[in-house]
C-alpha cells in the first residue's frame, strides 16, 4: 500500500513539474508569425502582436501589444492599438500538438478610430472582406481562430469623418463582448461606453450574417439606452444653432446594412431652442419612428408625437447629412394644446412676454414648415389662440392717447377672445403678417410688423372699436371707428403710439365719403359765391 500511494505521489510531482515547465519547454512566441499572418489575412489589414507568453494556470497567451493597420485610403495611423492582447487557448491542444486554438480574446485599453467618408463608407468597411487568393502550396495550420469569446475592456473609440475639421466624438471607457462569433451566423453582442462630453451609452444586439464585402453593410438588431447625453458638447448639435439640453433614449432598431428603420422615445431635459434662450424647466417627452439610410445620412421621421405635458403635437419630416451639417425640411402640427402647458417653453425658445405679465388659460394652435440647416432653421408658421388672458397687462393704459382719441375701456387684464397671425422665423428675426386680435373690451386690432433678435418691436397696426367715444366722438364717429397706431420698443417694454398722420388720413377719407358732410359744404360753398366745376 505504501508503494502504491508513493507511486501515486511521485506520478503527481512529475505532473506539477511537467506544469511548471511548460513555460520553458513551449515558447509561445514561436506561434506569432504564424498568429499575425492569419489574423492579418482574416482581417485584411496588417496585425502586429507583441512577446507572446504562455500563462499555464490560466489558460492563456498573452502579448504585450496589438496594433491593426488602417484602410490606407482613410488613415496611415493605426485603425486599433491596444496596450495588451489575451489569448483564452485550448491549453490540451497546445500541449498535445503544439496547436493554438484560440477560444477567446480580450483586448485591453485600445484606441479606435472610426473614420466615414462623404460618401458614406467606413474605414472599417473592408476588413474580412474575401480577396482571391494566389494559390499556395498546402499546409497544415497550428491556428484555430474559433474564437468564443471576444472582449473589449476600457477603450477610447473615435467617430470622424474624413477630412471634417470637427473634432471627433470619442466615447471613453467602452467596454464591448462578442459571444460565439461566427462570420456565417448571427451572434449576440454588447457594449456601455461614456461620452467624453458627458452621459452614457448602452448596446445590445445580436449581428451577422457578416457581410464579406462591406463589414458595415453588416445585419444588425439593436437596443439602444442612453443617459443624459449633452447635446451641444457632444458635437451632435451644432452649437451655433443654440438648441442644447440632455437628451435620453430608449429605442430599439434593426438594420439590413443599408437601412435602418428606428423607433423608440426621447426624453429632453433643459431644453434650449434658441441662441439666447434659456433652459425648460420642464421635461420634453418625443416618440419616433423613423427610416434612416445608413450610407447616405438621410432619413425619414415617418412619425414623431411631441408631448409638453399636456399638450400634443407631431413632428414629421426628412434630414440630411451635407458633410458636417445637419439639414431639415420638418413639419409641426399641433391642435387644442392648453397655454398653461406651453408657457415653459417660452424661455427655451427665447420669447418674451411683456414685463410683470403671463399668459393665463385659453388653446393654441400651430401649422409650420420647419427647415434648412440646423444651425440656422427657417419657420413659417400658422398660429391660432383662443380664449387666453394677459394678466399684468394693461392694454387700455398703453393706449392711453388711442384710448382717448377712441373711447377704448382700460382694465389690469387683457382678454384676448381670438389672436391669429402668420409667422416667418429666422435667425436674423421674426416677420409677423396677417396679425388679428378680438380684445372683447377694445375691439380688433390688425397689422403686421417684426421683431428682432434683440426683441425689438417695430409694428404697424389698426384698432377698429367696437364703440366710439372720446374725442372721435365729436366728429360723428360711431361704432367700426378705424385708429391706426404704432408698436415699438422691446417685447419686455412695448410701446404704442398713434399714428396721428394715419388718423387724420382716415378721417378725411369719412369726410369725403359722407353725403351729408358733402351737402353741407356745397351749400356753404353757394353761399359764399362759389360756383360748381364745369
Given at each position: 500500500m505504501k508503494k502504491i500511494l508513493l507511486g501515486i505521489g511521485v506520478l503527481l510531482l512529475v505532473l506539477l513539474l511537467a506544469v511548471l515547465s511548460l513555460p520553458f519547454l513551449i515558447n509561445a512566441n514561436q506561434f506569432r508569425p504564424k498568429l499575425e499572418t492569419e489574423l492579418t489575412a482574416a482581417l485584411g489589414r496588417e496585425?502586429?502582436?507583441?512577446?507572446?507568453?504562455?500563462?499555464?494556470?490560466?489558460?492563456?497567451?498573452?502579448?504585450?501589444?496589438?496594433?491593426?493597420?488602417?484602410?490606407?485610403?482613410?488613415?496611415?495611423?493605426p485603425f486599433l492599438h491596444a496596450r495588451s492582447l489575451k489569448l483564452t487557448v485550448d491549453l490540451w491542444a497546445l500541449i498535445g500538438s503544439r496547436k493554438l486554438n484560440v477560444l477567446g480574446l480580450l483586448i485591453d485599453q485600445p484606441e479606435i478610430a472610426l473614420i466615414?467618408?462623404?460618401?458614406?463608407?467606413?474605414?472599417?468597411?473592408?476588413?474580412?472582406?474575401?480577396?482571391?487568393?494566389?494559390?499556395?502550396?498546402?499546409?497544415?495550420s497550428s491556428l484555430d481562430l474559433s474564437v468564443q469569446l471576444i472582449k473589449v475592456g476600457n477603450a477610447r473609440?473615435?467617430?470622424?469623418?474624413?477630412?471634417?475639421?470637427?473634432?471627433?466624438?470619442?466615447?471613453?471607457?467602452?467596454?464591448?463582448?462578442?459571444?460565439?462569433?461566427?462570420?456565417?451566423?448571427?451572434?449576440?453582442?454588447?457594449?456601455?461606453?461614456?461620452?467624453?462630453?458627458?452621459?452614457?451609452?448602452?448596446?445590445?444586439?445580436?449581428?451577422?450574417?457578416?457581410?464579406?464585402?462591406?463589414?458595415?453593410?453588416?445585419?444588425?438588431?439593436?437596443?439602444?439606452?442612453?443617459?443624459?447625453?449633452?447635446?451641444?458638447?457632444?458635437?451632435?448639435?451644432?452649437?451655433?444653432?443654440?438648441?442644447?439640453?440632455?437628451?435620453?433614449?430608449?429605442?430599439?432598431?434593426?438594420?439590413?446594412?443599408?437601412?435602418?428603420?428606428?423607433?423608440?422615445?426621447?426624453?429632453?431635459?433643459?431644453l434650449k431652442l434658441a441662441k439666447a434662450g434659456k433652459p425648460d424647466t420642464r421635461p420634453v417627452e418625443f416618440d419616433f419612428a423613423l427610416i434612416h439610410n445608413v450610407r447616405t445620412h438621410t432619413g425619414v421621421l415617418d412619425s414623431g408625437d411631441i408631448h409638453i405635458g399636456n399638450a400634443p403635437a407631431h413632428l414629421t419630416g426628412t434630414y440630411a447629412?451635407?458633410?458636417?451639417?445637419?439639414?431639415?425640411?420638418?413639419?409641426?402640427?399641433?391642435?387644442?394644446?392648453?397655454?398653461?402647458?406651453?408657457?415653459?417653453?417660452?424661455?427655451?425658445?427665447?420669447?418674451?412676454?411683456?414685463s410683470g405679465?403671463?399668459?393665463?388659460?385659453?388653446?393654441?394652435?400651430?401649422?409650420?414648415?420647419?427647415?434648412?440647416?440646423?444651425?440656422?432653421?427657417?419657420?413659417?408658421?400658422?398660429?391660432n389662440v383662443s380664449n387666453t388672458k394677459l394678466t399684468g397687462f394693461d392694454l387700455g393704459s398703453k393706449l392711453s392717447t388711442i384710448e382717448k382719441l377712441a373711447g377704448i375701456r382700460s382694465g389690469p387684464d387683457t382678454v384676448i377672445q381670438t389672436l391669429s397671425a402668420k409667422a416667418h422665423a429666422a435667425p436674423e428675426g421674426d416677420t409677423i403678417q396677417d396679425l388679428k386680435l378680438v380684445l372683447p373690451a377694445i375691439g380688433e386690432l390688425s397689422g403686421a410688423g417684426t421683431v428682432s433678435p434683440g426683441h425689438v418691436?417695430?409694428?404697424?397696426?389698426?384698432?377698429?372699436?367696437?364703440?366710439?367715444?372720446?374725442?372721435?366722438?365729436?366728429?360723428?364717429?360711431?361704432?367700426?371707428?378705424?385708429?391706426?397706431f404704432f408698436i415699438q420698443g422691446t417685447s419686455e417694454n412695448p410701446s404704442f403710439r398713434p399714428d396721428m398722420k394715419g388718423i387724420a388720413s382716415e378721417q378725411v377719407k369719412r369726410l369725403e365719403s359722407n353725403d351729408a358732410v358733402k351737402n353741407a359744404v356745397g351749400a356753404l360753398g353757394g353761399l359764399f359765391g362759389g360756383g360748381k366745376k364745369q
Open positions: 496585425v502586429k502582436v507583441g512577446d507572446l507568453k504562455l500563462d499555464v494556470f490560466g489558460g492563456t497567451v498573452s502579448a504585450d501589444e496589438l496594433t491593426v493597420a488602417d484602410d490606407r485610403n482613410f488613415s496611415s495611423t466615414q467618408s462623404a460618401k458614406g463608407d467606413w474605414n472599417f468597411s473592408g476588413i474580412g472582406a474575401k480577396k482571391p487568393a494566389a494559390p499556395q502550396p498546402a499546409e497544415p473609440l473615435a467617430l470622424s469623418q474624413l477630412g471634417g475639421p470637427v473634432k471627433p466624438r470619442t466615447l471613453e471607457s467602452m467596454d464591448a463582448e462578442i459571444r460565439n462569433f461566427s462570420p456565417t451566423a448571427q451572434f449576440p453582442f454588447s457594449m456601455s461606453a461614456k461620452l467624453a462630453s458627458g452621459g452614457d451609452i448602452h448596446l445590445e444586439g445580436k449581428a451577422g450574417p457578416m457581410n464579406s464585402a462591406d463589414a458595415a453593410a453588416t445585419p444588425v438588431e439593436v437596443t439602444l439606452k442612453v443617459n443624459n447625453l449633452q447635446l451641444a458638447a457632444s458635437g451632435f448639435v451644432d452649437k451655433a444653432s443654440g438648441i442644447d439640453g440632455l437628451l435620453s433614449v430608449d429605442g430599439t432598431g434593426a438594420s439590413n446594412g443599408t437601412e435602418l428603420r428606428w423607433k423608440g422615445s426621447v426624453h429632453l431635459d433643459k447629412q451635407q458633410g458636417e451639417a445637419m439639414t431639415a425640411h420638418m413639419h409641426l402640427a399641433g391642435s387644442g394644446m392648453p397655454v398653461s402647458e406651453l408657457l415653459s417653453l417660452l424661455p427655451p425658445l427665447d420669447i418674451q412676454l411683456p405679465s403671463s399668459l393665463q388659460g385659453g388653446t393654441v394652435a400651430i401649422d409650420a414648415i420647419v427647415e434648412g440647416p440646423v444651425a440656422a432653421l427657417v419657420a413659417d408658421a400658422s398660429l418691436l417695430d409694428f404697424k397696426m389698426r384698432a377698429t372699436v367696437h364703440s366710439a367715444g372720446g374725442l372721435v366722438s365729436l366728429l360723428g364717429q360711431g361704432n367700426g371707428m378705424t385708429v391706426p
